[in-house]
Protein backbone atom coordinates (compact mmCIF):
# COMPACT_ATOMS: atom_id res chain seq x y z
CA UNK A 1 0.00 0.00 0.00
CA UNK A 2 2.99 2.41 0.67
CA UNK A 3 4.49 1.73 -2.36
CA UNK A 4 0.78 2.77 -4.03
CA UNK A 5 0.86 6.11 -2.17
CA UNK A 6 4.23 6.78 -3.29
CA UNK A 7 3.59 6.38 -6.99
CA UNK A 8 1.05 8.92 -6.74
CA UNK A 9 1.69 11.91 -8.48
CA UNK A 10 0.42 14.70 -5.51
CA UNK A 11 0.91 17.92 -7.93
CA UNK A 12 -1.27 16.61 -10.05
CA UNK A 13 -4.17 15.71 -7.81
CA UNK A 14 -3.52 19.64 -6.03
CA UNK A 15 -3.56 20.95 -9.47
CA UNK A 16 -7.04 19.19 -10.38
CA UNK A 17 -8.37 19.84 -6.73
CA UNK A 18 -6.96 23.38 -6.90
CA UNK A 19 -9.00 24.06 -10.32
CA UNK A 20 -12.24 22.15 -9.14
CA UNK A 21 -13.36 25.44 -7.79
CA UNK A 22 -12.49 27.53 -11.07
CA UNK A 23 -14.30 25.11 -13.28
CA UNK A 24 -17.61 25.75 -10.74
CA UNK A 25 -16.83 29.67 -10.60
CA UNK A 26 -16.62 29.32 -13.99
CA UNK A 27 -20.21 28.28 -14.02
CA UNK A 28 -21.64 30.05 -11.14
CA UNK A 29 -20.41 33.04 -12.20
CA UNK A 30 -21.78 33.12 -16.04
CA UNK A 31 -18.08 32.93 -17.48
CA UNK A 32 -18.69 29.26 -18.92
CA UNK A 33 -21.69 30.25 -20.55
CA UNK A 34 -20.56 33.70 -22.00
CA UNK A 35 -17.98 31.47 -23.55
CA UNK A 36 -20.10 29.01 -24.67
CA UNK A 37 -22.31 31.88 -26.54
CA UNK A 38 -19.13 33.45 -28.05
CA UNK A 39 -18.61 29.52 -29.76
CA UNK A 40 -22.28 29.51 -30.54
CA UNK A 41 -22.27 33.00 -31.98
CA UNK A 42 -18.85 32.15 -34.10
CA UNK A 43 -19.64 28.62 -34.94
CA UNK A 44 -23.25 27.74 -34.11
CA UNK A 45 -25.13 28.49 -37.37
CA UNK A 46 -23.03 25.75 -39.19
CA UNK A 47 -24.60 22.96 -36.81
CA UNK A 48 -22.89 20.65 -34.25
CA UNK A 49 -19.37 18.99 -35.74
CA UNK A 50 -18.19 22.65 -36.84
CA UNK A 51 -18.92 23.40 -33.23
CA UNK A 52 -16.95 20.47 -31.81
CA UNK A 53 -14.01 21.12 -33.98
CA UNK A 54 -14.10 24.54 -32.72
CA UNK A 55 -13.59 23.28 -29.19
CA UNK A 56 -11.33 20.80 -30.16
CA UNK A 57 -9.37 23.49 -31.44
CA UNK A 58 -9.19 25.41 -28.39
CA UNK A 59 -8.18 23.09 -26.01
CA UNK A 60 -5.34 21.98 -28.39
CA UNK A 61 -4.18 25.35 -28.33
CA UNK A 62 -4.56 26.11 -24.87
CA UNK A 63 -3.10 22.90 -23.84
CA UNK A 64 -0.21 24.94 -25.14
CA UNK A 65 -0.34 26.68 -22.06
CA UNK A 66 -2.50 25.64 -19.45
CA UNK A 67 -1.86 21.77 -17.99
CA UNK A 68 -3.73 19.01 -19.70
CA UNK A 69 -5.75 18.04 -15.99
CA UNK A 70 -6.30 21.47 -15.48
CA UNK A 71 -7.53 22.28 -19.23
CA UNK A 72 -10.00 19.60 -19.24
CA UNK A 73 -11.56 21.00 -15.36
CA UNK A 74 -11.91 24.46 -17.10
CA UNK A 75 -13.40 23.30 -20.64
CA UNK A 76 -15.53 20.63 -18.79
CA UNK A 77 -18.68 23.92 -18.05
CA UNK A 78 -18.04 25.37 -21.42
CA UNK A 79 -18.72 22.34 -23.13
CA UNK A 80 -22.03 21.69 -20.78
CA UNK A 81 -23.12 24.47 -21.71
CA UNK A 82 -22.32 24.67 -25.50
CA UNK A 83 -23.95 21.56 -26.03
CA UNK A 84 -26.97 22.60 -23.62
CA UNK A 85 -27.29 25.21 -26.62
CA UNK A 86 -27.20 23.42 -29.12
CA UNK A 87 -29.77 20.59 -28.06
CA UNK A 88 -27.44 17.45 -27.88
CA UNK A 89 -25.91 15.28 -25.20
CA UNK A 90 -22.61 16.28 -23.91
CA UNK A 91 -20.64 13.27 -24.64
CA UNK A 92 -19.50 13.74 -28.38
CA UNK A 93 -17.97 17.00 -26.91
CA UNK A 94 -16.21 16.02 -23.67
CA UNK A 95 -14.82 12.97 -25.63
CA UNK A 96 -13.14 15.35 -28.41
CA UNK A 97 -11.87 18.19 -25.45
CA UNK A 98 -10.52 14.97 -23.70
CA UNK A 99 -8.92 13.76 -26.51
CA UNK A 100 -7.49 17.13 -27.99
CA UNK A 101 -6.32 17.78 -24.21
CA UNK A 102 -4.10 14.15 -24.24
CA UNK A 103 -2.50 15.02 -27.44
CA UNK A 104 -0.48 17.58 -26.05
CA UNK A 105 2.65 17.27 -28.29
CA UNK A 106 3.19 20.86 -29.26
CA UNK A 107 4.49 22.20 -25.86
CA UNK A 108 6.73 20.89 -22.72
CA UNK A 109 4.32 22.42 -20.61
CA UNK A 110 1.16 20.40 -21.25
CA UNK A 111 1.98 17.50 -19.72
CA UNK A 112 4.75 16.15 -16.69
CA UNK A 113 6.24 13.79 -19.18
CA UNK A 114 7.09 16.37 -21.44
CA UNK A 115 8.62 17.98 -18.92
CA UNK A 116 10.85 15.67 -17.42
CA UNK A 117 12.51 14.35 -21.06
CA UNK A 118 13.18 18.00 -21.83
CA UNK A 119 15.78 18.71 -19.66
CA UNK A 120 17.77 14.74 -20.10
CA UNK A 121 17.29 15.44 -23.97
CA UNK A 122 18.30 18.47 -24.33
CA UNK A 123 15.42 19.62 -26.27
CA UNK A 124 14.16 23.07 -26.65
CA UNK A 125 10.43 24.52 -26.80
CA UNK A 126 11.04 24.77 -30.63
CA UNK A 127 11.98 20.93 -30.63
CA UNK A 128 8.40 20.25 -29.03
CA UNK A 129 6.98 22.48 -31.70
CA UNK A 130 8.22 21.06 -34.92
CA UNK A 131 7.38 17.11 -33.77
CA UNK A 132 4.28 17.96 -32.57
CA UNK A 133 2.40 20.51 -34.45
CA UNK A 134 2.62 17.99 -37.57
CA UNK A 135 1.94 14.93 -34.88
CA UNK A 136 -0.74 17.19 -33.16
CA UNK A 137 -2.22 17.56 -37.09
CA UNK A 138 -2.39 13.92 -37.69
CA UNK A 139 -4.25 13.20 -34.65
CA UNK A 140 -6.90 15.98 -35.30
CA UNK A 141 -7.29 13.94 -38.65
CA UNK A 142 -7.71 10.75 -37.02
CA UNK A 143 -10.24 12.05 -34.59
CA UNK A 144 -12.31 13.79 -36.72
CA UNK A 145 -12.57 10.61 -38.70
CA UNK A 146 -13.45 8.20 -35.91
CA UNK A 147 -15.43 10.07 -33.36
CA UNK A 148 -18.66 10.38 -35.61
CA UNK A 149 -18.24 6.62 -35.92
CA UNK A 150 -17.42 5.55 -32.14
CA UNK A 151 -19.22 8.42 -30.29
CA UNK A 152 -22.32 9.59 -32.77
CA UNK A 153 -24.28 12.65 -31.79
CA UNK A 154 -27.51 12.08 -29.64
CA UNK A 155 -30.00 15.05 -29.67
CA UNK A 156 -31.56 15.73 -26.50
Known amino acids: ?35 AVT ?21 TVATMIIPT ?15 AELGIEPQTAMMAVAIAA ?3 FASPIAHPSNILVMGPGGYRFSD ?3 VGIPLTIVVFVVVMIL ?3 LWPLKYV
Do not use: H
Request: hydrophobic residues 55%.
Open 102 to 104: SAS
Open 1 to 35: MEQAYRAIDWRAVFLIAGMLPLGIAMQETGTAEYL
Open 128 to 130: YLK
Open 39 to 59: VMATLGNFGPWPVIVGLYGIT
Open 147 to 149: LPL
Open 69 to 83: AALVVLMSPIVLSTC
